[in-house]
């Protein structure tokens, strides 16, 4: 053989075939244009993007490449050794909160800044910082070695010396390498040579595009005739190579053993061009927290600088500045990180630990909350709202239509035609007399029901692309003597295999009515009839369907008569043309479409031997041609494409997940909008669309015609915007050129839809839709999907969620949350997502309104003592009113529920009210200011005016009082209780009790210094007890009252349900 084939990047199915009319090229790609400017050559050095030229691979020598190319190793880690720690810090610093708190940490060690002790401010940043390093290195460590399995997988390469087993990182372009049955293929290849006679094989692509069925790849025929590896052929063979001829990257061989050439590795793959990198997640609740912090700075400084102005400016006010800045720091506080995570830590928790959504799992625990406020929902056709699994219903006749019921009667139609034949083939033989052969004439003028159905039945027999795979006895060929084929095609272990699941549904449906395809290669094809007897026909051409024509054909030869048949099918559009006229194919096919069905037009045409030899000439003429090849072979066939005879008009159906309809109707009802993005056929997702009740059934559907210029792309949208209240189908073609030209208008007019639906879309046009949404309208976009092509989409998202499926398990690895059906995110979203952004939002203002009220009194006390920059509390009790005393209740929060998960279920207008944002928002967090300045005031002016002589106990007095507000406040907020709330709010007043009695120097004004221990007699007198009683009741009494008046005169919508 050649020892070197220049091959021309493998790259888009219509590219290849234009572009690889000989594999022997010269090598020389095309110059790199010069750049405009020096600008534009610095963009051109930072971008990087390698120009795709033409390769010269050596087989079996990839030491005699030039270029540089790639390793061949799949890395998905954010993070490398050197990289992560700088790399989770900035993560986190990036924060506002987090950066404020390290530059107030880091300001304790200035002597003149220093107040309290260092723990005080060191110890819960450490410890935010410990949890989130330790959170990362578990994830980065799972990824590595999910990584490091793949890539020391061992492959058999070839060698002048012989078989090496090579690492999967360590292939060559260049390498000739052997992958066995069910092997992962490591690279993109091009395929030589197979141990399959018929020199082809199938490969699973299902981690590629998400489609599960099996497809046909052909070894490139002058390395498959080879006798043995290795041997030179003298004269250089050109060949040209098309898409049926590569193996991509990280499919699996399904058939026999293959040989391949590596052309791409690494980076340059099919498959990682196809993935996009995943960003890291940060949930809106975060995003709006971070606000509030920066507002809570701005009062801060603001609070200091009136301080500082009070005070007169005296002596090195900005050092007092920094000062107040520092005591009053406890108004943003540190503990909102840490009792969010943990929150988001413990949803993550219930949600897999829900008995009603078995198999759940949470991957990315920093978003539970996005989950309460989406809406857009954008789901993956095939294997999500479907199963993929195809079941024939329906055969048309024109005049008879049998539908599940009445398939026995087709049977017996079969049966009778066919033991017709041989009795009529027996009879001929035996001399037959010539009425008989009147009657073998007659049906000319009007065919019987029987031959109709016995044509329509073996028309949908041989005209597809679908091969018997045995699993018990492989190499089962047709060489064999028919009685010893027929025991082993009788097998059990029959399976069909094919590029789309619609023809294994009618070839099994064949067998069903009793005639079974029992065996097929390249070149011939086996039936069995119901009697046993086996009918070979000869394939001798093939005409394999695509998105364009949206038709397939075949032209056999019957190896007992030797009549030439052309059988076609497709869809209705594409056929409606080509058939003899009719009157009733047109309606029949939006009957079945109405009821979910996908159909397909079955038709034929008999061709003489004449007729063929001149297509066939004219066909291999066409097929030679360089210019135009793909046109003229169309032109060629369409000549035969005329006055066909319509057989039949099939019905599939592609079977709902379980409670998809009940599932999308909850979800519309909660205000979520849903897209349907389908790599699927227009006329299949327009159907999927219907049955699923993603587009009501009284709703109009507008399908958007395909426009490929600009001037066309401005006509249909106006065609559109005339529409009301009615959904959109649109195919990727279209959505690219309407991108292009009219992206903000096109996303004006999708959002108003009630429902969309994008067919034909690519991976990473679907990840592009997802953002789209995301820039044009600000609101939260969750993806769901199930196979590999989804994962671009579910990564771009806010929220990605996949389904453990049929297609494998790259998109539930990729996804934040993993479910294993559809119906599933229904309770996800409506329970989960709800209650986890209803709790986190009132967690997060909670511990705000905890550093305010301290901070109010801080103030309120610098004042009393004419502005001085002395701490209220000391370090302990600082530390320990954001942790012991008051952690637990407040943490408590997040078993809080407003209503049961049953009727949030059956109420999903609830749902609706949160994509507002209502349960935080700055009119909220305002609320929750003034609640913390008018506590923080009473308490303390309470505590100054009610202990005139007891001065000294002012602190004792101050901060029992806060501690017993703090536990009463949680009480008002909860709306219901639950027993570990009433634990925690007992066990954080046993712990304050607890500590009076160890603490006391920290009970006194400023320190030990000012003499004053807390005297346990003081604290146990009635006065005491009173006084901070009162100064409780003045500051939360109020806020009772105003609650109740509030859930009496304006009670919120739940409330209306659980009264």
Known sequence: MADQIPLYPVRGAAAVASRKRAAYYSAAGPGAERPGSCCDWLINICQRKRELKARTVWLGYPEKCEEKHPRNSIKNQKYNVFTFIPGVLYEQFKFFLNLYFLIVSCSQFVPALKIGYLYTYWAPLGFVLAVTIVREAVDEFRRFQRDKEVNSQLYSKLTVRGKVQVKSSDIQVGDLIIVEKNQRIPSDMVFLRTSEKAGSCFIRTDQLDGETDWKLKVAVSCTQRLPALGEDSDPPVHESLSIENTLWASTIVASGTVIGVVIYTGKETRSVMNTSNPKNKVGLLDLELNQLTKALFLALVALSLVMVTLQGFVGPWYRNLFRFLLLFSYIIPISLRVNLDMGKAA?????????????????????????????????????????????????????????????????????????????????????????????????????????????????????????????????????????????????????????????VALVQWTESVGLTLVNRDLTSMQLRTPGGQILTYCILQMFPFTSESKRMGVIVRDEATAEITFYMKGADVAMSTIVQYNDWLEEECGNMAREGLRTLVVAK???????????????????????????????????????????????????????????????????????????????????????????????????????????????????????????????????????????????????????????????????????????????????????????????????????????????????????????????????????????????????????????????????????????????????????????????????????????????????????????????????????????????????????????????????????????????????????????????????????????????????????????????????????????????????????????????????????
Not at 363 to 368: C, E, K, M, W
Not at 866 to 871: D, E, G, I, L
Request: charged letters at 20%; glycine letters at 6%; proline letters at 3%.
């Open 605 to 1059: 045409r008999a061709l003489t031997e004449e007729q063929y030899q001149d297509f066939e000439s004219r066909y291999s003429q066409a097929k030679l041609s360089v210019h135009d090849r793909m046109l003229k072979v169309a032109a060629v066939v369409e000549s035969l494409e005329r006055e066909m005879e319509l057989l039949c008009l099939t019905g599939v159906e592609d079977q709902l997940q379980a409670d998809v309809r009940p599932t999308l109707e909850m979800l519309r009802n909660a205000g979520i909008k849903i897209w349907m993005l389908t790599g699927d056929k227009l006329e299949t997702a327009t159907c999927i669309a219907k049955s699923s009740h993603l587009v009501s059934r009284t709703q109009d559907i507008h399908t958007f015609r395909p426009v490929t210029s600009r001037g066309e792309a401005h006509l249909e949208l106006n065609a559109f915007r005339r529409k009301h209240d009615c959904a959109l189908v649109i195919s990727g073609d279209s959505l690219e050129v309407c991108l292009r030209y009219y992206e903000h208008e096109l996303a004006e007019l999708a959002c108003q839809c009630p429902a969309v639906v994008c067919c034909r879309c690519s991976p990473t046009q679907k990840a592009r839709i997802v953002k789209l949404l995301q820039q044009r309208t600000g609101k939260r976009t969750c993806a769901i999907g199930d196979g590999g092509n989804d994962v671009s989409m579910i990564q771009a998202a806010d929220c990605g969620i996949g389904i453990e499926g049929k297609e494998g398990k790259q998109a539930s690895l990729a996804a934040d949350f993993s479910i294993t059906q559809f119906k599933h995110i229904g309770r996800l979203l409506m329970v989960h997502g709800r209650s986890s952004y209803k709790r986190s939002a009132a967690l997060g203002q909670f511990v705000m309104h905890r550093g305010l009220i301290i901070s109010t009194m801080q103030a309120v006390f610098s004042s009393v003592f004419y502005f001085a920059s002395v701490p209220l509390y000391q370090g302990f009790l600082m530390v320990g009113y954001a942790t012991i005393y008051t952690m637990f209740p407040v943490f408590s929060l997040v078993l809080d529920q407003d209503v049961k998960p049953e009727m949030a279920m059956l109420y999903p207008e609830l749902y609706k009210d949160l994509t507002k944002g209502r349960s935080l928002s700055f009119k909220t967090f305002l609320v929750w200011v003034l609640i913390s300045i008018y506590q923080g005031g009473i308490l303390m002016y309470g505590a100054l005016l009610l202990f005139e002589s007891e001065f000294v106990h002012v602190v004792a007095i101050s901060f029992t009082a806060l501690i017993l507000t703090e536990l009463l406040m949680v009480a008002l907020t909860v709306r219901t209780w639950h027993w570990l709330m009433v634990v925690a709010e007992f066990l954080s007043l046993g712990c304050y009790i607890a500590s009076l009695a160890f603490l006391n120097e920290y009970f006194g004004i400023g320190r030990v210094s000012f003499g004053a221990f807390l005297d346990v007699a003081f604290i146990t007198t009635v006065t005491f007890l009173w006084k901070v009683s009162a100064i409780t009741v003045v500051s939360c009494l109020p806020l009772y009252v105003l609650k109740y008046l509030k859930r009496k005169l304006s009670p919120p919508s739940y409330s209306k349900l659980t009264s």
């Open 347 to 503: 949803y993550g928790w219930m949600i897999m630990r829900d008995e009603n959504i078995p198999g759940t799992v949470v991957r990315t625990s920093t978003i539970p909350e996005e989950l309460g406020r989406l809406v857009y929902l954008l789901t993956d056709k095939t294997g999500t709202l479907t199963q993929n699994e195809m079941i024939f219903k329906r055969l048309h006749l024109g005049t008879v239509s049998y539908g599940t019921d009445t398939m026995d009667e087709i049977q017996s139609h079969v049966m009778n035609s066919y033991s017709q034949m041989y009795s009529q083939a027996s009879g001929n033989n035996a001399n037959s007399t010539p009425p008989r052969k009147a009657q073998s004439s007659a049906p000319k003028v009007r065919k019987s029901v029987s031959s109709r159905v016995h044509e329509a039945v073996k028309a949908i027999a041989l005209c597809h692309n679908v091969t018997p795979v045995y699993e018990a006895r492989a190499g089962v060929t047709g060489e064999t003597e028919y009685a010893e084929v027929d025991q082993d095609f009788s097998d059990e272990n029959r399976t069909y295999q094919a590029s789309s699941p619609d023809e």
